[in-house]
C-alpha cells in the first residue's frame, strides 16, 4: 500500500472514532449527566485498577491525577482509532471489529455505574454505530489501490472535513446541553436560611494574627477536596432528594423544601481526610449550616439493633458510620452551607454530611441522596471495601506551619508556630522540642471548641546552625501523640512532625 493509503486510513480511523465519541457524549446528555462513555470508561479503569497503578498515578500525577485520566483515555482512544483505521483498509472488516469491541467495553463501563439504568447502554451504542459508519464509509473511499472503489484525494478530503465539522458541532450541542440546567447559576440564587442555633462567635485569642500560621476558618477556596469523583456532580437543589430507609420504623423521603423547613444549627467543625500525612494538609475548618442529623434519624425512628449509616452519594460512592457518632449529641450535621455560602459544587452541593470527630470517608459523604439504617455485619462501604478502616476516629494531628522547612532564620527569637488537632476530644497541650533537647510547652491559642483545630506557638532561642524541630500533641483525654510512625491506610497516620530550620551565624545575616 502506499504511504498515502496508510495515512488516509489513519484519518479515517481517527474521524471515526472522534464522531463516536461526539456523538456518544451528545445521547449522554440527553440520558443522564452520568451516563457519558469517556467518563464512565475512566471511571471503569479506576475502579478496576490495581493497587500498584493506582498508587503510581497519585505519586506520578499527585492531585493532577484526574486530567491525566482523561488525557491518557484520549490519548488510548487516539491510538486505537489509528490501529481500526489501518486494519480495517487493510483487512477489512476487521477495523469495524476493533471499533465493536471497544463500543461494547463502553457499554460495559456505562452500565456499571452506580446509577445506571438500561438507557445506559445508548450512548455507547450509539457511538459504535456511528464509528462503525464512519469507517466503513472513509474507508471504502480509501481503497484507492483498488482504483474503482476508491475516491479522489478532494472526495476524500471533502468527506473528512464534512464528518469533522459534524463531529465538532455535536460535541459542542453535548456541552451547551450539559451546562443549560446550570446549578452554578441556581447554586448563586439560593438564598441560606438564618440559623435557630447560631455558632459561638470566634474569639480574637483563637485565631492568631502572626504570617505564615494557618489561618483558624479555611476560605472555601483554599479547603482541601478530597473525593472519587471524576466529574464533579451537578445536581440541583430541585432533583435533590433524601431517601432515609432501612432498619427504620418509617420510611422517609426529604426535599430541598423539606430540609429547608428545619431547624438549622451552625457550627464551626474541623474536618480531616484519613489519607492525611504526618504534617499534611488534608484538613480543613469551615463554619457549616446544616440540620441536625439526628433530628432526622429521631424522624424514622431507629430500630435498636441498628448500629450503623450508610450514606450514598449521587455518584455511587457510600460511607458507613457508626450511629452512636450521630446520636451522642455531638453536632453531626447535614450541611448546606459552608462559610456563609451554599456549599460549593466540590465540596457536595446542594446537601452533604459533617460530623465531628471521624474521618471523612466514614462520615462526610458529599452530594448525599440515600440513608440506609443497617448493621456494620451487614453493610460495607466504599473505602472498606478497599482495604481502609471500617471505624475510624480521628487521630490526634500536629503540625509545625512555620518557620518554612529548610529556611534560613537570624539567630535569636524564632517564632515557630502550628496547627494540631484531635476532633471531638479537643487539645489540652503541644510541646515542641529542639534536636535532642527537651520537651516544652507551646503557648496554646484560645480553645474555639474540642470539635475544631487549635494554634500553637513557640518563641524558641535559636542559635546558629543546623537544628530539627519537633512536635507532639496532647488530646482533651490526656494522650500524647505517640513518636512511632504509621502509615494513613488502614486508620490514619501517627508519628511526630518535624523540621529541619538553618540559623545564621550573627556574622553571616
Ligand atoms: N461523594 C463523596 N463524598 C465524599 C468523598 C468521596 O469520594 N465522594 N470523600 C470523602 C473523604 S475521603 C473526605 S476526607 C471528605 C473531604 O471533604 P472535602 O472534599 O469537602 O474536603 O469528603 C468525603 N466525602
Ligand atoms: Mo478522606
Given at each position: 500500500?502506499?504511504?498515502?493509503?496508510?495515512?488516509?486510513?489513519?484519518?479515517?480511523?481517527?474521524?471515526?472514532?472522534?464522531?463516536?465519541?461526539?456523538?456518544?457524549?451528545?445521547v449522554?446528555?440527553?440520558?443522564?449527566?452520568?451516563?457519558?462513555?469517556?467518563?464512565?470508561?475512566?471511571?471503569?479503569?479506576?475502579?478496576?485498577?490495581?493497587?500498584?497503578?493506582?498508587?503510581?498515578?497519585?505519586?506520578?500525577?499527585?492531585?493532577?491525577?484526574k486530567?491525566?485520566?482523561?488525557?491518557?483515555?484520549?490519548?488510548?482512544?487516539?491510538?486505537l482509532?489509528?490501529?481500526?483505521?489501518?486494519i480495517?483498509?487493510?483487512?477489512?472488516?476487521?477495523?469495524?471489529?476493533?471499533?465493536?469491541?471497544?463500543?461494547?467495553?463502553?457499554?460495559?463501563?456505562?452500565?456499571?455505574?452506580?446509577?445506571?439504568?438500561?438507557?445506559?447502554?445508548?450512548?455507547?451504542?450509539?457511538?459504535?454505530?456511528?464509528?462503525?459508519?464512519?469507517?466503513?464509509?472513509?474507508?471504502?473511499?480509501?481503497?484507492?489501490q483498488?482504483?474503482?472503489?476508491?475516491?479522489?484525494?478532494?472526495?476524500?478530503?471533502?468527506?473528512?472535513?464534512?464528518?469533522?465539522?459534524?463531529?465538532?458541532?455535536?460535541?459542542?450541542?453535548?456541552?451547551?446541553?450539559?451546562?443549560?440546567?446550570?446549578?452554578?447559576?441556581?447554586?448563586?440564587?439560593?438564598?441560606?436560611?438564618?440559623?435557630?442555633?447560631?455558632?459561638?462567635?470566634?474569639?480574637?485569642?483563637?485565631?492568631?494574627?502572626?504570617?505564615g500560621?494557618?489561618?483558624?476558618?479555611?476560605?472555601?477556596?483554599?479547603?482541601?477536596?478530597?473525593?472519587?469523583?471524576?466529574?464533579?456532580?451537578?445536581?440541583?437543589?430541585?432533583?435533590?432528594?433524601?431517601?432515609?430507609?432501612?432498619?427504620?420504623?418509617?420510611?422517609?423521603?426529604?426535599?430541598?423544601?423539606?430540609?429547608?423547613?428545619?431547624?438549622?444549627?451552625?457550627?464551626?467543625?474541623?474536618?480531616?481526610?484519613?489519607?492525611?500525612?504526618?504534617?499534611?494538609?488534608?484538613?480543613?475548618?469551615?463554619?457549616?449550616?446544616?440540620?441536625?442529623?439526628?433530628?432526622?434519624?429521631?424522624?424514622?425512628?431507629?430500630?435498636?439493633?441498628?448500629?450503623?449509616?450508610?450514606?450514598?452519594?449521587?455518584?455511587?460512592?457510600?460511607?458507613?458510620?457508626?450511629?452512636?457518632?450521630?446520636?451522642?449529641?455531638?453536632?453531626?450535621?447535614?450541611?448546606?452551607?459552608?462559610n456563609?455560602?451554599?456549599?460549593?459544587?466540590?465540596?457536595?452541593?446542594?446537601?452533604?454530611?459533617?460530623?465531628?470527630?471521624?474521618?471523612?470517608?466514614?462520615?462526610?459523604?458529599?452530594?448525599?441522596?440515600?440513608?440506609?439504617?443497617?448493621?456494620?455485619?451487614?453493610?460495607?462501604?466504599?473505602?472498606?471495601?478497599r482495604?481502609?478502616g471500617?471505624?475510624?476516629?480521628?487521630?490526634?494531628?500536629?503540625?509545625?506551619d512555620?518557620?518554612?522547612?529548610?529556611?534560613?532564620?537570624?539567630?535569636?527569637?524564632?517564632?515557630?508556630?502550628?496547627?494540631?488537632?484531635?476532633?471531638?476530644?479537643?487539645?489540652?497541650?503541644?510541646?515542641?522540642?529542639?534536636?535532642?533537647?527537651?520537651?516544652?510547652?507551646?503557648?496554646?491559642?484560645?480553645?474555639?471548641?474540642?470539635?475544631t483545630w487549635?494554634?500553637?506557638?513557640?518563641?524558641?532561642?535559636?542559635?546558629?546552625?543546623?537544628?530539627?524541630?519537633?512536635?507532639?500533641?496532647?488530646d482533651?483525654?490526656?494522650?500524647?501523640?505517640?513518636?512511632?510512625?504509621?502509615?494513613?491506610?488502614?486508620?490514619?497516620?501517627?508519628?511526630?512532625?518535624?523540621?529541619?530550620?538553618?540559623?545564621?551565624?550573627?556574622?553571616?545575616?
Open positions: 500500500m502506499r504511504v498515502e493509503t496508510y495515512v488516509r486510513a489513519a484519518v479515517a480511523g481517527v474521524l471515526a472514532v472522534a464522531a463516536g465519541v461526539a456523538v456518544g457524549e451528545l449522554a446528555v440527553l440520558v443522564s449527566p452520568f451516563a457519558s462513555p469517556y467518563q464512565a470508561v475512566a471511571a471503569f479503569l479506576v475502579d478496576h485498577a490495581p493497587a500498584f497503578a493506582r498508587e503510581w498515578a497519585i505519586d506520578t500525577f499527585g492531585t493532577a491525577d486530567p491525566a485520566l482523561m488525557v491518557g483515555v484520549g490519548a488510548a482512544l487516539l491510538a482509532a489509528v490501529v481500526a483505521g489501518i480495517q483498509v487493510r483487512k477489512p472488516p476487521w477495523g469495524i471489529a476493533v471499533v465493536v469491541a471497544f463500543a461494547a467495553f463502553g457499554v460495559v463501563a456505562t452500565t456499571t455505574r452506580p446509577t445506571s439504568d438500561p438507557s445506559f447502554v445508548l450512548p455507547p451504542l450509539a457511538a459504535g454505530i456511528v464509528a462503525a459508519g464512519v469507517l466503513v464509509l472513509l474507508c471504502a473511499g480509501s481503497r484507492i483498488t482504483a474503482e472503489a476508491g475516491w479522489n484525494r478532494r472526495q476524500f478530503l471533502t468527506a473528512a472535513v464534512l464528518i469533522g465539522a459534524a463531529s465538532g458541532a455535536s460535541a459542542l450541542v453535548a456541552r451547551q446541553l450539559s451546562r443549560a440546567g446550570d446549578v452554578l447559576a441556581e447554586r448563586r440564587r439560593v438564598r441560606l436560611p438564618v440559623p435557630a442555633s447560631a455558632a459561638e462567635p470566634i474569639p480574637d485569642g483563637a485565631q492568631l494574627q502572626i504570617e500560621a494557618t489561618p483558624f476558618v479555611t476560605d472555601n477556596a483554599e479547603f482541601y477536596r478530597i473525593d472519587t469523583a471524576l466529574q464533579v456532580p451537578r445536581l440541583s437543589t430541585q432533583d435533590w432528594r433524601l431517601r432515609v430507609h432501612g432498619m427504620v420504623d418509617d420510611e422517609l423521603t426529604l426535599d430541598w423544601d423539606d430540609l429547608l423547613a428545619m431547624s438549622m444549627s451552625e457550627r464551626v467543625i474541623t474536618l480531616s481526610c484519613v489519607s492525611n500525612e504526618v504534617g499534611g494538609d488534608l484538613a480543613g475548618n469551615a463554619r457549616w449550616l446544616g440540620v441536625p442529623m439526628r433530628d432526622i434519624l429521631d424522624r424514622v425512628g431507629v430500630r435498636g439493633d441498628a448500629d450503623m449509616l450508610l450514606s450514598t452519594s449521587v455518584d455511587g460512592w457510600t460511607s458507613g458510620t457508626p450511629l452512636e457518632a450521630i446520636t451522642d449529641g455531638r453536632d453531626a450535621l447535614l450541611a448546606i452551607g459552608m456563609g455560602e451554599p456549599l460549593p459544587l466540590e465540596h457536595g452541593y446542594p446537601v452533604r454530611q459533617v460530623i465531628p470527630g471521624l474521618y471523612g470517608f466514614v462520615s462526610a459523604c458529599k452530594w448525599v441522596t440515600d440513608w440506609e439504617i443497617t448493621r456494620f455485619d451487614r453493610a460495607q462501604a466504599y473505602w472498606t471495601e482495604g481502609w471500617v471505624r475510624a476516629p480521628i487521630k490526634s494531628a500536629s503540625r509545625i512555620r518557620p518554612a522547612p529548610l529556611s534560613t532564620q537570624p539567630a535569636g527569637r524564632v517564632m515557630v508556630a502550628g496547627t494540631a488537632w484531635a476532633q471531638h476530644r479537643g487539645i489540652s497541650a503541644v510541646e515542641v522540642r529542639v534536636d535532642d533537647g527537651p520537651w516544652q510547652r507551646a503557648e496554646l491559642a484560645e480553645q474555639y471548641s474540642i470539635d487549635r494554634q500553637w506557638t513557640f518563641a524558641w532561642d535559636a542559635v546558629p546552625g543546623q537544628h530539627t524541630i519537633y512536635c507532639r500533641a496532647t482533651g483525654a490526656g494522650r500524647v501523640q505517640p513518636e512511632q510512625r504509621v502509615a494513613p491506610i488502614p486508620d490514619g497516620a501517627t508519628g511526630w512532625h518535624s523540621r529541619v530550620i538553618r540559623v545564621a551565624d550573627a556574622q553571616s545575616q
